[in-house]
């Protein structure tokens, strides 16, 4: 992976019943429709996800909620302690903005952008095995400032809040490859 073009963190978020993680069900290699919510009258949104760079890398990171653990509908609980926010994938845009834009939808989840899985934590259940919380990267622990989660925008790594850590991008860039092991992926 060249972590050169590691250029965003994205907050993401999943709400359905039956998942803890957004996008788990997507191993490396595999393709899929990375979401922003829709403003209602702004169109700071759609912009924002058009000039996305093709070959730009986002980090996604996201807060696992409680979910149907089986059709009987008990809830897989998250553990004391575990509600934390992770990082959980590397995408890859795969498309430009231009490209993807015709196929959006009006609804609120409609904008999107496709993109390619360059690493997946291990997102398996959780719940039954802390060990496996263990494994996913918390990320106030790897990424060590506040970054700016809240709102559906991929944010810059060599924005203001992550540089007065890192002073340079390329420093946060060689602290993620370790953290993360992307050096290990080609």
């Known amino acids: 992976m060249d972590c050169n073009r590691l250029d965003y963190i994205k907050s993401v978020t999943d709400k359905s019943d039956d998942k803890q993680w ?13 979401n922003f919510k829709r403003r209602e009258s702004t169109t700071v949104v759609e912009s924002h996800a058009r000039k ?9 990171s996201q807060v696992p909620h409680e979910s149907k653990k089986d059709t009987a509908g008990d809830q897989k609980k998250i553990p004391d302690g575990r509600k934390k926010r992770y990082l959980t994938h590397v995408v890859e845009l795969v498309n430009e903005g231009s490209e993807d834009e015709p196929q959006w939808e009006k609804h609120p989840w409609g904008i999107f952008r496709w993109v390619k899985v360059d690493w997946i934590a291990d997102l398996r259940d959780c719940s039954a095995d802390l060990r496996n919380w263990d494994s996913i990267p918390v990320d106030w622990e790897v990424m060590r400032a506040r970054w700016g989660w809240y709102d559906t925008c991929a944010k810059s790594l060599s924005g203001d809040k992550l540089m007065e850590k890192w002073c340079t991008i390329d420093q946060l860039r060689e602290h993620l490859k370790k953290e993360l092991n992307l050096e290990a992926i080609k």
């Open 22 to 34: 957004a996008y788990p069900e997507y191993p490396i290699g595999a393709y899929f429709q990375l």
């Open 52 to 60: 996305l760079p093709k070959g730009s890398l986002i980090i996604l």
